[in-house]
């Protein structure tokens, strides 16, 4: 059975200290009533080591937003997968549709921060998903397809072992706008078919694919209801603990 996964992307809230509160915050919660699936807390760079720190491994893994498409060296401003995976933290997601279009990260751009992240020990959950545009053209399969193909199709079978795929549609993002059970379990499927086209039906199989795009926990139990849909990656409803483990419940 692949691994269902609950994952949060703060993107770029909190202080240090609100951090470390929300981290504390989350992992009491979860000592009293451990998850049933994997929880993970996307943070921004300054919060990881911390974070890894306060957290109880065993019920909460770590995950940077970023990390440089260098191995390093003069990269001003810069923090490499090396120095990610030094702070404790497990995994790194990346292909945000953020990093996308406000940083303009190319698919050749990601395809090298993929093969950094995971020669450094990191696991990824790679983003993809259409703008609503997109979606109203009826493009999404298309969009989907090529981000993969684009980014991380060039791996390995074994090193795609490493790979978690988050769809989130942009129309969805911090839009209050989810897409229908029915419309994630569609593209979601068709995500795994792509893959099994790839890698073989084995390996789409075991690869996590979770859905993001204002997932809170009055819409989780539904969505991650449907068989190929494996949890969230989580935005603004990351960003308290009370919310954050609601989605969670909806394993238990
Ligand atoms: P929201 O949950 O705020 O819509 O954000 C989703 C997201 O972008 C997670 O990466």
């Known amino acids: 059975m692949r691994n269902k996964i609950v994952a949060g992307n703060w993107k770029m809230n909190k202080t240090l200290q609100e951090g470390i509160e929300l981290a504390k915050g989350v992992n009491d919660l979860l000592k009293k009533n451990a998850p049933k699936c994997t929880v993970i807390l996307g943070t921004p760079f300054i919060h990881l080591t911390e974070v890894v720190k306060t957290v109880d491994n065993k019920l909460i893994k770590v995950s940077a937003e970023n990390c440089a498409d260098k191995e390093k060296g003069a990269y001003t401003g810069e923090v490499s997968a090396a120095m990610v995976k030094s702070t404790g933290a497990e995994y790194v997601i990346l292909g945000h549709s953020e990093r ?13 921060k993929v093969q950094l992240a995971l020669a450094n020990g990191l696991k990824v959950i790679f983003c993809i998903g259409e703008s609503l545009e997109e979606r109203e053209a009826n493009k999404q399969n298309a969009v989907v397809k090529a981000e993969l193909e684009g980014s991380v199709f060039n791996l390995s079978a074994a090193e795609f072992a490493n790979i978690v795929i988050a769809y989130e549609p942009i129309w969805a993002i911090g839009t209050g706008k989810t897409a229908t059970s029915d419309q994630a379990e569609e593209i979601h499927a068709y995500i795994r078919s792509v893959i099994a086209d790839k890698y073989g039906k084995e390996v789409a199989e075991n690869t996590s694919i979770l859905y993001g795009g204002s997932c809170k926990a009055s819409n989780a139990k539904e969505l991650f209801a449907k068989p190929d849909i494996d949890g969230g990656l989580i ?16 394993y238990n």
């Open 100 to 112: 996308r279009g406000y940083y303009g990260e190319t698919y050749e751009i990601l395809k090298e």
């Open 235 to 250: 935005g603004g409803a990351s960003l308290k603990p009370e919310d954050f483990y609601g989605i969670i419940e909806a």
